[in-house]
């Protein structure tokens, strides 16, 4: 049974930073290409960041220069390290994860709330 869990969000002001962390379990996990997508209240899910298993990564143009995708194959674990963090960015963030072969994230985490504040 594969999980997902996302730690680390929380609130914070705006110029300030924060590392979310999503550990995952029950897959092979540097098979996985590992993202990270974002939900605002009434507004559609949207991707943050990705990163392949071989550390290949991509961004969404929004937090470009501002947010690092990585991750630890040791420990199953992927981040997000968010610096210089805007009111915008106040999101529900869910860590995901996909094989390379699918096109579709197939795994979602709970969720963890990021809020800024201005």
């Known amino acids: 049974q594969v999980q997902l869990v996302e730690s680390g969000g929380g609130l914070v002001q705006a110029g300030g930073s924060l590392r979310l962390s999503c550990a995952a379990s029950g897959l092979t996990f540097s098979w996985y290409r590992m993202a990270w997508f974002r939900q605002a209240p009434e507004k559609e899910r949207e991707f943050v960041a990705a990163?392949?298993?071989?550390?290949?990564?991509d961004y969404a143009d929004s937090v470009k220069g501002r947010f690092t995708i990585s991750r630890d194959n040791a420990k199953n674990t992927v981040y997000l390290r968010m610096n210089s963090l805007k009111p915008e960015d106040t999101a529900v963030y869910y860590c995901a994860a996909r094989t390379a072969a699918m096109t579709m994230y197939n795994y979602w985490g709970q969720g963890t709330q990021v809020t800024v504040s201005s």
């Open positions: 990163v392949s298993g071989r550390g290949t990564t």
